[in-house]
């Protein structure tokens, strides 16, 4: 999975210097995070935040997994924002259970900017007891904090994911390959 072309000037305005790349499976075993997991919210790196992510969509925190998603200052009015919520929570309401897989794929830092890609695998037991499989890749934006002098703050967010349907099974299914 690659990134879409539209979304390339966002990660690279400026100068640009992308880490190298390396794609291993991953060697630890999957999170399994359920309703009774442990809460699980952590911003400090694009990895935390991923797990902080679906660790609110297992729980079913689905107000605290869309913030994920949101910058300081909300860039769409309260009709729009309302509305987008809803077709967040509707994609996710009745996840019972997830499994998942990821690693850091690679961190392109510009000027006062970390973007950093994260693939995942994830496997979402639903209500009914119904099992679906996707391949995604998370883009996590950070702006240097440093130079953050104005309220609200930025922080550390999912500025962009890609997602798709996976025919097989979670185990056997490789991480994406998140490059840009």
């Known amino acids: 999975m690659h990134i879409r072309k539209a979304f390339r000037p966002l990660l690279c305005a400026g100068l640009c210097a992308v880490l190298p790349y390396t794609q291993a499976q991953a060697k630890e075993p999957a999170l399994h995070l359920t309703a009774a997991s442990t809460y699980y919210d ?11 992510y679906y660790n609110a969509i297992g729980t079913g925190q689905l107000a605290r997994a869309f913030s994920y998603t949101l ?36 961190t392109s830092a510009g000027v006062g900017t970390e973007v950093s890609a994260v693939p995942v695998v994830v496997e979402m037991e639903t209500n009914e007891g119904s099992t679906i499989v996707r391949s995604s890749c998370h883009y996590v934006v950070r702006l240097a904090p440093d130079t953050q002098d104005y ?26 390959d998140c490059r840009f």
């Open 42 to 52: 952590n911003r400090s790196t694009a990895l935390d935040l991923v797990q902080s």
């Open 71 to 106: 910058k300081g200052t909300p860039e769409k009015d309260a009709n729009q924002l309302a509305a987008d919520y809803n077709a967040f929570r509707n994609r996710f309401q009745d996840i019972r259970s997830i499994k998942l897989r990821f690693e850091l794929g690679f």
């Open 151 to 176: 309220a609200p703050f930025d922080p550390i967010r999912i500025d962009a994911s890609f997602d798709e349907p996976v025919n097989g099974d979670f185990d056997a299914t490789a991480l994406p």
